[in-house]
C-alpha cells in the first residue's frame, strides 16, 4: 500500500511539472540621459530620427545572446515587450531631448518629424550581448537639406550587472553614449 501511494505521489508530482510552462519576462530600453535643468533650449536645430537599422539578427521579439563566437541563443522566454525598430528611435528621441535641453527632437513618422532642419539616420553596425557585457557599434549621418553636415561613429560596452533580466538595462545605457555622441555633434553644428 505504502510503494503504491509514493508511486501515486511521483506520478502527480511529475503531472504538475509538467502541467506548468515557464514564465515569459518581457524587457523594454529606457531612456538615462540625465533630465535638463532649466528652460528648453530654442537655439538647437530640430532633428528627426528618419531611419534606423538594425542586424537582422536581433531584429526579433526575443533577446539574443551570444553562446560562442559562430553560435547565438535565442532566448524564447525572455522577449522585447515592444520591436526594437520602434523602442530605439523613441529612447533615442528623449534621450537627445534631454542631452540637448530641447523639445524639438522626433522620430519619423511624426508629424513634427516632417519640418526638421537635421535628420538622423542610424545603422547598428553590431548590438549584441556576450561574455557578461552589451555592446553597440552605430554608424550615424546628420543631413541638414540632403547635405551630410556629420558623419559619426559610436561604440559602448557596457556590463550586464546579473543574468539575461539586466540586458535592457545595459542596451539602454548604451544608447546613452550614442545619443551623447549625438548631441555633440549636434551641438557643434552652427
Not at 69 to 82: M, P, Q, Y
Not at 83 to 101: F, T, Y
Not at 103 to 116: G, I, W
Request: aromatic share 6%; charged share 20%.
Amino acid at each position: 500500500m505504502m510503494k503504491k501511494l509514493i508511486s501515486l505521489s511521483i506520478i502527480l508530482l511529475l503531472l504538475a511539472a509538467c502541467s506548468t510552462s515557464p514564465r515569459n519576462s518581457y524587457y523594454t530600453l529606457t531612456p538615462l540621459a540625465p533630465l535638463p535643468s532649466g528652460k528648453a533650449s530654442t537655439t538647437v536645430p530640430s532633428i528627426a530620427i528618419v531611419s534606423v537599422t538594425l542586424p537582422e539578427l536581433v531584429d526579433r521579439p526575443h533577446l539574443v545572446v551570444a553562446a560562442s563566437d559562430s553560435k547565438v541563443d535565442i532566448l524564447e522566454f525572455h522577449r522585447w515587450a515592444e520591436s526594437l525598430k520602434a523602442s530605439i528611435p523613441r529612447v533615442m528621441v528623449d534621450n537627445l531631448s534631454r542631452l540637448l535641453g530641447s523639445e524639438r527632437v522626433s522620430s519619423y513618422p511624426q508629424v513634427a518629424a516632417l519640418d526638421a532642419t537635421l535628420l538622423l539616420y542610424v545603422d547598428f553596425q553590431g548590438f549584441s550581448v556576450s561574455d557578461g557585457v552589451a555592446s553597440m557599434d552605430v554608424l550615424w549621418s546628420l543631413k541638414d537639406g540632403g547635405k551630410i553636415v556629420h558623419n559619426g561613429r559610436s561604440r559602448s560596452v557596457q556590463k550586464l550587472s546579473g543574468g539575461h533580466e539586466t540586458v535592457a538595462d545595459a542596451y539602454s545605457r548604451a544608447l546613452v553614449v550614442v545619443c551623447s555622441d549625438i548631441a555633440g555633434a549636434v551641438s557643434g553644428i552652427k
